[in-house]
């Protein structure tokens, strides 16, 4: 049974860093692309990137290419979201979901495994 769980949020200032882990449990590696998601209250989950299995493609929302970056551990199960000059815009619960297929890597129906999220707060 794949698991997903997600780690390091907290709370950072305008203009700060915070990187987020994503461990992904996959005993029969059906998982091909891992991918993360934020919300706010009242609002749509998010896209904000994603990485395919052996870390050779990512693919970035519009608000956060450029200051975020996805990687991956290639020696363990963990994925990881950079985030770099980090404004009140990004706060959020940050999920991380894994999906099977190459389809929809920015859509919620892509992903079938979820997190519980993490959550991220900006604020000075």
């Known amino acids: 049974q794949v698991q997903v769980e997600e780690s390091g949020g907290g709370l950072v200032q305008p203009g700060e860093s915070l990187r987020l882990s994503c461990l992904v449990s996959?005993?029969?590696?059906?998982?091909?692309?891992t991918g993360w998601f934020r919300q706010t209250p009242g609002t749509e989950r998010e896209f904000v990137a994603d990485?395919?299995?052996?870390?050779?493609?990512?693919l970035y929302g519009n608000s956060v290419s450029g200051r975020f970056v996805i990687s991956r551990d290639k020696n363990s199960n963990l994925v990881f979201l950079q985030m770099d000059r980090l404004n009140p815009e990004d706060a959020g619960v940050y999920y991380c979901?894994?999906?099977?297929?190459?389809?929809?890597?920015?859509?919620?129906?892509?992903?079938?495994?979820w997190g519980r999220g993490t959550q991220v707060t900006v604020s000075s």
């Open positions: 979901a894994a999906g099977e297929s190459f389809l929809q890597r920015s859509r919620i129906e892509g992903y079938k495994y």
């Open positions: 996959d005993p029969t590696s059906i998982i091909f692309k």
């Open positions: 990485i395919t299995r052996g870390g050779g493609s990512t």
